[in-house]
Every structure is written in C-alpha cells, then in structure tokens.
C-alpha cells in the first residue's frame, strides 16, 4: 500500500470542486493507495516541462497531479479540470 501526502496547493484546489467530483475522487483515492497504476485510474507520466510528474483520472474532465517521493509514497500536488496542467 502506498502513503499519501497532499500538498498545500491540493487541499485549496480540493475543496473547489464540486461535491459529487470529491465523493468519486475519494472511492478513485482507495483504488490509487492499493495501486497506483490501476487500469481505471488510467495513471500516466506527463511530458515536457511537467516531466517528473504523473496524473491519473477522476472523470472524463478531472484528474489529480502527483509525483512519487520514493516507491512507497506519493504527494498529490493538484486536483481539477485539465487547467491543472497550466
């Protein structure tokens, strides 16, 4: 199982979205801490100048930026529509 961390900028963007997006995001977090490359979560290394980040996918429009601290542990950095990305 994987440790979670949340970075300050997550916790501000979490509390923005809409309800229904947290209470799926929290379900998609479980599968995410048993394995972070579950299929459903459709978990990717991103490109370019966010290349030591990884993103996986809440719904068709929301995702959740992270990276690995080691191979036990992940900071979540952002969460929301593909603006994150900006």
């Known amino acids: 199982m994987i440790r979670i961390y949340s970075a ?3 916790e501000k963007s ?5 309800y ?3 209470i799926i995001f929290q379900k998609k977090l479980k599968l995410f801490r048993q394995d972070p490359f579950y299929p459903s979560l459709k978990t990717h290394k991103l490109s370019g100048k ?3 980040y990884y993103s996986f996918s ?3 429009s929301y995702r959740v930026l992270f990276k690995f601290s080691d191979k036990n542990s992940a900071l979540l950095v952002n969460i929301g529509t593909h603006e994150i990305y900006k």
Do not use: L, W
């Open 8 to 10: 300050p900028q997550f």
């Open 14 to 18: 979490i509390q923005k979205i809409p």
């Open 20 to 22: 229904r997006i947290q």
């Open 50 to 52: 966010m290349k030591n």
């Open 58 to 60: 809440i719904t068709y």
